[in-house]
């Protein structure tokens, strides 16, 4: 994690359409549909044009400082001590995220394929793996996503095609039975997690090319774009095939590939399409182990992250194993706690530096206009 790292602003739009897909495509579409039913792709709607206002300040922000992370942004607006007042819980919530994703990896494996494993052990394998991919740096993981997202699209498009037979679109309908108050509820879910989150990324935007900045707006509303796309035909998927039941049965995606069967040729590969799904989850925390590193950094004034990375997971670790061991605690995290958290210490920290700067740098211009 050098300075002088440097990736193209496609390959760090592809990071960023794995942070927002990851971990999100095996989360979100059972809990969604739950609150929402039918209406989740509208709640979806919602929720991705709310990420996409956000992503708009975070890019208005790296074009005013492509040089400088959200702290140093921070600090040159704002001063040393309100920047560690607003991005000290920052980045707790950071440590706190990184520890629920690795718990959420852990409970997927428990419930699904390794039964018979205690999650700790799991834990620890993922936080050694994506401490040393953080370590590894960004160029690193930006050439890792290039290879690994063939991969994990084309499994989540290959349950879309192969589950096509078991489509039945009347179960779309009613839209919104309920009226639109389980929509917005939904919405405000979905919103905190993922699209909230997105705020971190601005961490890291520094690292593009010089001569790719200009196409870094276009790539990165691009992977939004595709992000939403990708959800919401995963919920109308699982609405489609489960109807009713696609919002108690968790880990939707997967469930569905469960279902494939062609023929005696294509079965059982549930397996394969939940390793391929885990890909998500480990790119999302390997991508948020190295913001926090930058920020603990830039936080701390440190001239060598490296040192810390390895304490950095190992605290981690202890907090995926000792922080919500119940599934139901669990499942009330992801609905209520996360959205709250996410928006206390990711958003409102953001729109305070980006209210700083559209003010200072407007004052700047009418002060050089001539009177």
Same mark, same amino acid.
């Given at each position: 994690m050098r300075k002088q790292e440097r990736v193209s602003s496609l390959q760090m739009s592809m990071l960023?359409?794995?942070? $927002?897909?990851?971990?999100? #495509?095996? #989360?979100?579409?059972? !809990?969604?549909?739950?609150?929402?039913?039918?209406?989740?792709?509208?709640s979806l709607l919602i929720a991705s044009t709310m990420g996409m206002i956000l992503l @708009?300040?975070?890019? =208005?922000?790296n074009r005013r400082a492509p040089d400088l992370s959200l702290v140093?942004? @921070?600090?040159?607006?704002?001063?040393?001590?309100?920047?560690?007042?607003?991005?000290?819980?920052?980045?707790?919530?950071?440590?706190?995220?990184?520890? +629920?994703i690795v718990l959420?990896?852990?409970?997927?494996f428990k419930s699904t394929m390794l039964k018979e494993t205690p999650t700790y052990a799991v834990n620890s394998m993922f936080f050694v793996?994506?401490? *040393?991919?953080?370590?590894? +740096? #960004?160029?690193?993981?930006?050439r890792m996503a290039t290879l690994f997202f063939t991969l994990m699209f084309g499994c989540i498009v290959l349950v879309w095609v192969l /589950?096509?037979?078991?489509?039945?679109?009347?179960?779309? *309908?009613? /839209? $919104?039975?309920?009226?639109?108050?389980?929509?917005?509820?939904?919405?405000?879910?979905? =919103?905190?997690? !993922?699209?909230?989150?997105?705020?971190?990324?601005?961490?890291?935007?520094?690292?593009?090319?010089?001569?790719d900045k200009p196409k870094l707006s276009k790539h990165m509303y691009l992977a939004l774009i595709v992000n939403a796309i990708t959800l919401i035909v995963s919920v109308?998927?699982? #609405? $489609?095939?489960? +109807?009713? *039941?696609?919002?108690?049965?968790?880990? @939707?995606?997967?469930?569905?590939?469960?279902?494939i069967y062609f023929q005696e040729i294509i079965e059982r590969i549930e397996s394969v399409i939940g390793f391929a799904l885990i890909i998500g989850f480990y790119f999302k925390a390997s991508i948020l182990m190295l913001i926090l590193i930058k920020t603990l950094k830039d936080l701390l004034g440190l001239k060598n992250e490296r040192l810390i990375a390895l304490p950095v997971a190992f605290i981690c670790l202890l907090l995926s194993v000792t922080t919500y061991t119940k599934e139901?605690?669990?499942?009330?995290?992801?609905?209520?706690?996360?959205?709250?958290?996410?928006?206390?210490?990711?958003a409102l920290p953001f729109l305070l530096i980006l209210g700083g700067t559209f003010i200072r740098f407007h004052l700047k211009r009418g002060n050089k206009q001539p009177l």
């Open positions: 960023f359409l794995f942070f $927002m897909t990851g971990s999100s #495509i095996v #989360i979100v579409p059972a !809990p969604l549909t739950n609150i929402a039913g039918n209406g989740a792709w509208i @708009s300040g975070i890019l =208005y922000l140093e942004q @921070s600090r040159s607006v704002l001063g040393n001590i309100p920047t560690l007042l607003l991005l000290i819980p920052f980045t707790c919530v950071l440590f706190w995220n990184i520890a +629920g959420e990896i852990g409970t997927f793996t994506i401490a *040393l991919t953080a370590l590894a +740096g #960004i160029e690193v993981i930006a /589950v096509a037979g078991l489509y039945h679109p009347e179960y779309l *309908l009613p /839209v $919104m039975p309920d009226g639109i108050r389980p929509i917005l509820n939904a919405a405000y879910v979905v =919103y905190g997690f !993922p699209y909230s989150e997105l705020v971190v990324f601005s961490i890291i935007l520094p690292f593009v090319k010089s001569e109308l998927s699982s #609405i $489609m095939v489960l +109807g009713p *039941l696609s919002g108690d049965l968790k880990y @939707s995606l997967y469930q569905l590939a469960r279902l139901a605690e669990l499942e009330e995290l992801v609905n209520l706690t996360w959205p709250l958290l996410n928006n206390l210490a990711y």
